[in-house]
């Protein structure tokens, strides 16, 4: 099946830092790409739609300038945390859409972000 | 935009016993996919239902698809330790986007 990669898994942090985390699809190209947000025992919110080469479409109450999306290739998508807080600590999933309108979305293994 | 309730929040059961977790929504769904996320894990894509009245079987697992295609249920018989996790519905949003929107989700714990 499709694989999309998600690195690092985890990360510690020190307030006013900023961390990248990168979504790779593996075995497929993806157009898209889509970057959640979990908190603990919480669903998932979508937190911007990463279409490449364009602006990625962030969802309503996401800082774009917060949360800083790249989409530079076909098969990779980054989304930066930047001056990160004690609050942005959270599972941070991205996911890709392989294939036609409607098909499912394959999700990367999460980062677990903790910002000190 | 478009949204999904999914109850119950949490479910435990005794191995063996059946587990059944619905999606309900105010309007029509194009349609609606299912998705399990083990603890500690990342959600995987059950299964996907399209048209109204739709059901269809995964060895335990059964999806449902109302005749409105307002609701869903995903059902599961005689339940094992390997089925513990959070089970979420997602619908996409209205527009013609690919956005996918994910119910709460239904935490299930299975007593062994």
Redesign the interface.
Known sequence: GAVVSQHPSWVICKSGTSVKIECRSLDFQATTMFWYRQFPKQSLMLMATSNEGSKATYEQGVEKDKFLINHASLTLSTLTVTSAHPEDSSFYICSALRGLSGSPLHFGNGTRLTVT | GQQVMQIPQYQHVQEGEDFTTYCNSSTTL??I?WYKQRPG?????LI?L?KSGEVKKQKRLTFQFGEAKKNSSLHITATQTTDVGTY?C?V?TQGG?????????T?LTVNP
Not at chain 2, 41 to 45: A, D, M, N, R
Not at chain 2, 97 to 105: A, I, N, R
């Open positions: 194009s349609n996919q894990g990342h959600p995987v894509f996907q399209v979420f997602a996409k986007s690919e956005k996918l929107v994910f119910g709460k989700g935490k």
